[in-house]
C-alpha cells in the first residue's frame, strides 16, 4: 500500500508562485509512476503533470504547459510541482497520485492511478 501527503498548497495572488510537495511511503518511490491532477467545485478531476519513474520524461496539460514544471527525487521519495504565473482558473484542490506498475505513456487519466493524496487547496486570487 502507497501513501501520499500532499503539502503546500495556500492563498497567493495572480502571478505568483507555489511549490506543491507529494511525499510518498514505501521504499519503492523510484518505481512509481507519478502524476498531479487538480479538483475545481462542480468540475471533474483533471490531469495537470505527469513524470516518469526516472523523472526523464514529462507531460503537461496543455492549460499549465509553460508555467508548471513536475520533478521529482527519488532520493527523498518526494515529487513536486512547481506552479509560477499563477491563474484563478488554477484554483482547486490539487492531487497526487501513483501507480507502481503503470506501463503507458503519459497517465492523463484518472483511473490509471491506484493511490491518491488527501488533496492541499490552492487559491489564486485576482
Known amino acids: 500500500h502507497v501513501q501520499l501527503v500532499e503539502s503546500g498548497g495556500g492563498l497567493v495572488q495572480a502571478g505568483g508562485s507555489l511549490r506543491l510537495s507529494c511525499a510518498a511511503s514505501?521504499?519503492?518511490?523510484?518505481?512509481?509512476?507519478m502524476g498531479w491532477f487538480r479538483q475545481a467545485p462542480g468540475k471533474e478531476r483533471e490531469f495537470v503533470a505527469a513524470?516518469?519513474?526516472?523523472?526523464?520524461?514529462?507531460y503537461y496539460a496543455d492549460s499549465v504547459k509553460g508555467r508548471f514544471t513536475i520533478s521529482r527525487d527519488n532520493a527523498k521519495n518526494t515529487v513536486y510541482l512547481q506552479m509560477n504565473s499563477l491563474k484563478p482558473e488554477d484554483t482547486a484542490v490539487y492531487y497526487c497520485?501513483?501507480?507502481?506498475?503503470?506501463?503507458?505513456?503519459?497517465?492523463?487519466?484518472?483511473?490509471?492511478?491506484?493511490?491518491w493524496g488527501q488533496g492541499t487547496q490552492v487559491t489564486v486570487s485576482s
Open positions: 514505501g521504499r519503492a518511490f523510484s518505481t512509481y509512476y
Open positions: 497520485a501513483a501507480n507502481p506498475a503503470f506501463l503507458g505513456v503519459a497517465g492523463r487519466r484518472p483511473e490509471e492511478y491506484d493511490y
Open positions: 513524470i516518469s519513474r526516472s523523472g526523464m520524461s514529462t
